[in-house]
């Protein structure tokens, strides 16, 4: 009888085993087809066009193509950007402490960190770096940030501008940790507040330290702020739910067509408090791993969440290694919430007719319950149990900020007005007025997706030759827009208000002063301290 089903083993799994690696030869052979056709392709190419090519930039191009269908966290890293991101994650480098954006032929300084070279150096946010040593920067060709970085102690010398003003200073590069946790603080005498800005290596340590010391401080409730918080190392998020709930539980699962990718994680360690309540703040730049630690807060019944829809990237990705120091970034997997919640918003694999990913929506055909029988949605984010106006992002705000008028009117606010104290700052609704004013005098414009639209029907009508048949409709419509999006700013004041009143209070006081004066102003942390001071209400939200 053993014999017999020797027998029969034998070929099965000998035709399992052939089967599987006919199917990898195949894929296999195609791989290396198409890499061999453009081998050759690419090589002909430089040797043979009518002009000078530069091999680099052609493959930059050709890379760049190759990824842009995909989705935009699928990227290609140069060795500088490979440690770029090494840095990222470690929360530590070396340079001038402050974030800045490099535009065409200069560097724009975004917001020094108080007490780091950049700040000691007398840099502003608003500042604009034209040149470094010897270096102008309106000649420089690469990326002029890398400049700025160096070993600790030594010097470089900048020049920038300010109101029109040409400026020099000295600056002595330093070693600059990046906080994960950069503000903790008791709020009226039992409530911990603690802002949880990014997920690098050491988020857990910092998060259960400023827990830790808040609870010896008297705290009998918690707020966890991940407004803003763009998210990071996957491992870190699991570890910061880890300190609210027990271990052993679920906090996402990873799903992919690749079956070694597909694997649920877990909570490992002993939390720090089961029972203390909590309420998680999240925003429309709330995203991916925020988005796992207020997703299991939710499913998990563990605590409220308030503010607004979170960013919905409900995707994972993993850096495989290239030759010569460069990276593949590349999405290897979905994320799924403890009740089975994918809350990416974007479908990148189904495009409309202009090519952009369609928008996940929730619905009520794709409800998920949470551990208590509360209904929840996927697609398009993290909807909060309580939502504020003040947390939202319209499209109009995204555009303020996209064009940096909300930065632009806070740097001019600043060099206009002086200010003491956070405690004496309000942002009126005159100051509201003359930001108004400030728009329409710099000619701030954007483009609704309903213009967007209506554009590319009328063109479309040209083509059929209907355009002058409809023309007068379409500049009615046009007109009446307009009336509209002029409307939208007052519309949208109480979340663009708040944003102003962030980068002006940046401006004055740090980041410090700005988490001040939000313990006392800022709307949803006052909703959240409503929320805890009322046990019933926080239960019945929950159940």
């Known amino acids: 009888m053993l014999k017999r089903v020797k027998r029969i083993g034998i070929p099965v799994v000998l035709g399992l085993i052939l089967f599987g690696t006919t199917a990898f030869k195949n894929d296999f052979f195609e791989i290396a087809k198409q890499v061999e056709i453009f081998t050759t392709l690419f090589k002909e190419l430089n040797m043979n066009y009518v002009d000078e090519t530069t091999p680099a930039e052609l493959m930059d191009k050709a890379i760049t193509g190759m990824l842009d269908d995909l989705d935009p966290y699928t990227v290609y890293w140069n060795e500088q950007e490979v440690e770029d991101a090494r840095i990222n994650n470690s929360g530590e480098y070396t340079g001038i402490g402050a974030s800045a954006r490099t535009l065409k032929g200069k ?52 020049t920038y501008m300010r109101q029109g003003k040409e400026y020099t200073t000295q600056l002595t590069r330093e070693a600059v940790g990046i906080k994960a946790v950069p503000f903790s603080k008791l709020i009226n005498g039992d409530t911990g507040y603690i802002v949880l800005s990014k997920f690098n290596a050491k988020t857990t340590i910092e998060t259960r330290k400023a827990l830790e010391d808040l609870k010896e401080e008297g705290a009998t409730k918690i707020i966890l702020d991940l407004r803003g918080n763009p998210g990071g190392l996957l491992n ?23 079956k070694k990718y ?16 909590l309420v998680v703040l999240v925003n429309g730049r709330s995203a991916s791993a925020s988005e796992i630690v207020s997703g299991a807060i939710q499913d998990l019944d563990r605590g409220v969440v308030i503010g607004a829809r979170s960013f919905g990237k409900g995707l994972v990705q993993r850096p495989k290694n290239l030759t010569y120091g460069t990276q593949l970034k590349i999405t290897i997997s979905r994320y799924y919430t403890p ?28 409800a998920f319950k949470t551990r208590g029988g509360r209904t929840v949605y996927d697609g398009g984010g993290i909807l909060p149990d309580i939502e504020l106006e003040s947390s939202k992002y319209s499209p109009i705000t995204t555009a303020l900020l996209r064009d940096n008028a909300i930065f632009n009117y806070a740097t001019e606010y600043y060099y206009k007005k002086n200010l003491d104290s956070w405690e004496n700052f309000s942002f009126s609704d005159s100051d509201f007025d003359a930001f108004v004013k400030y728009l329409n005098k710099n000619g701030f414009e954007y483009e609704t997706e309903t213009e967007k639209a209506f554009d590319a029907a009328f063109n479309k009508a040209k083509s059929d030759e209907l355009q002058d048949q409809i023309k007068k409709a379409y500049t009615t419509l046009r007109s009446e827009i307009d009336a509209v999006k002029q409307n ?4 949208k004041k109480v979340e663009i208000k708040s944003l102003l009143e962030q980068e002006i209070l940046k401006r004055y006081f740090y980041r410090e002063g700005l988490y001040e004066y939000q313990v006392v102003n800022n709307p949803e942390i006052l909703e959240a301290l409503a929320v805890l001071n009322d046990p019933q209400r926080y239960a019945k939200i929950l159940k």
């Open 339 to 366: 009740s089975g919640r994918c809350i990416q918003a974007l479908d990148y694999w189904n495009r409309d007719e202009n090519g952009d990913p369609v928008r996940a929506e929730p619905s009520e055909y794709n």
């Open 262 to 277: 597909n694997r649920s994680y877990m909570t490992q360690q002993d939390p720090v408090d089961t029972e203390i309540p």
């Open 236 to 258: 870190e998020a699991i570890n910061v739910v880890n300190l609210f709930v027990n271990k052993g539980e679920v906090i996402t699962t990873t799903k992919s067509v690749i």
């Open 107 to 158: 560097i724009l300084v975004m917001e020094p960190f108080k007490g780091y070279p950049a700040d000691k150096a007398g840099l502003k946010a608003g500042d604009e770096i034209i040149k470094i040593d010897n270096i102008a920067l309106s000649d420089f060709t690469d990326d002029a940030g890398d400049l700025l970085k160096g070993a600790p102690g030594t010097t470089v010398s900048l």
């Open 488 to 491: 939208e700013l007052r519309d």
